[in-house]
């Protein structure tokens, strides 16, 4: 079965499924001039089971920044009762070229590593100034 | 020991140590004419302990995040491939439902889940875009 999309005329399964070997591949984008091709069930089926992988790694990811904010927020109430200043530039350095090795050992870019703790540290910053 | 800071008076221990029941518990901070609590080596290690936690839960972050977007550049090169549309409104608004129920149970600000989404998704459609 095929899925109809922008109007495009419905193709026959049988020359357009594209294969999960396809899917999983790191094949360069077909020509400009190659037909599209269009979702068929097992893809859409595939789609849908990537999705519910992303859902059970964002779940896990939720509950990780909970128990993370909760330690931060402890250090932060640590910092308040000792009047240490909120943010510590050292410390975050040394997190900065940490996560930047981790990621790339991790096959993730450790540009985007860096965003990733600046955007949560930005937060936690926040957090600890409202302590006081 | 006791580590002077911002040249205020060395402080003896016995008087000046928090207590761990302090550094994890909700009380509120000391009114503004209480002394301020010198940090004590007992202190800084609870302070070195709490770091340490945090950053094995980066790591773990970081992990998750790498295993996450290998199954969003799957995602983009199946969208690619059937002329899907990189970004999907429908499949965000529930995204963003669930995790801020998933936050709320996981006593994580809601808010902060959702923009925690909306910096990840902002990345991954740079990512489809990029495919295409």
Chains 1, 2 share one sequence.
Do not use: W, Y
């Amino acid at each position: 079965m095929v899925r109809p999309r922008r109007g495009s005329p419905n193709r026959d399964e049988s020359t357009d499924a594209p294969g999960l070997d396809r899917i999983a591949g790191c094949d360069r984008r077909a020509p400009v001039d190659f037909p599209i091709v269009e979702p068929t069930e097992q893809t859409l089926a595939e789609l849908d089971d990537m999705r519910a992988s992303i859902d059970n790694i964002d779940a896990a990811l939720v509950h990780l920044l909970a128990e993370r904010f909760k330690c931060t927020k402890r250090v932060g109430r640590l910092k308040a009762d000792h009047d240490m200043p909120p943010a510590d530039p050292d410390r975050e350095a040394r997190q900065i070229a940490r996560l930047r090795e981790l990621a790339v050992e991790a096959d993730l870019d450790p540009a985007f590593a860096e965003k990733f703790l600046t955007f949560i540290t930005t937060e936690v910053i926040r957090h600890h100034e409202a302590i006081r």
